[in-house]
């Protein structure tokens, strides 16, 4: 068991509404960051093909042809763009997480925030599919379930990922340090502002995943999405708000940021991750082990997949 970890944060703009080419512009960054000998390699929310930024505009035909869009390009589980993904992962010798718009399989109508887990073999090892979409992130995806609100072991500790202000939820991520986590992917849209906004709701990617470091006594992989204007098609740059300028960042189990903040560009940021310092940081705090209170404080998780109606 190594004690050092090669993590890497991919801050990269997808081809928005085309998986395909956003399933190229991915395997490429993977190649590109295997020349790094990393451990884990990781990508921003929703990434696969890009987040619904629309969702901030005002209805319309327009929003509605964007969504369409959207669900037309959604990737399922058993498509070619995991198998793609699971090859790319094997030749890169390194796991990936990165964020997809999850096509339900059975009725092919609900698109689902999902973060994969994909191992060093070319294995998928967990879907995770955000718990309660935020905001008008709810027009177009549906909510997920705790079946992959767990850890994946690795053969150096053990890895987990969740979606954006999950953070800010709390429960999820209590959940995942209840079960222990050495390396954490935080996956957001990509939108850390040099000033704090005014208005109450905005993404706080990097306060809430330096929390989680701190909090977990885990490594971090603040992995943001980058899109500007340029990065919209043209029939849809009407339905624009704002930038998502990334933000990425690796942070260590002190909270500390060690590599980034990649601001309004694409690139790679790398980072040794060294697993010692984490257990250090364990036994100064275990939130759900010698520095909790289960006496008076408990979480139940329905780890079950959940279904509308019965599939069997």
Known sequence: MTDTVRLCAVQAAPALFDKQASLDIALNWIDQAAKEKLDVIAFGEAWLPGYPFFIDSPLSDVWWQAAGELLKNGVRLDGPEVTALCKAAKRAGADVVIGVNELDP??????????LTIGKDGTLLNRHRKIKPTHHERSVWGDGDAKGLVPVQRDWGRLSSLNCWEHNAVLPAYALMAQGVDVHVAAWPGREP???????????????????ASQAGAWVICSAGLR????????????????????????DPRGEVVAGLLRDEEGLLVADADLALARACKVASDPAGHYSRPDLFRLEVDGREIYPGDRG
């Open 106 to 115: 059975q009725t092919e109508a609900t698109l689902y925030c999902t973060m």
């Open 228 to 251: 500007m204007k340029t990065h919209v098609p043209e029939r849809f740059q009407s339905l624009y708000e704002f930038d998502h300028n990334g933000g990425s960042a690796i942070i």
């Open 194 to 212: 040099e000033e704090a906004p005014s208005q109450p709701v905005w993404a706080r990617q990097l306060l809430l995943s330096r929390a989680f």
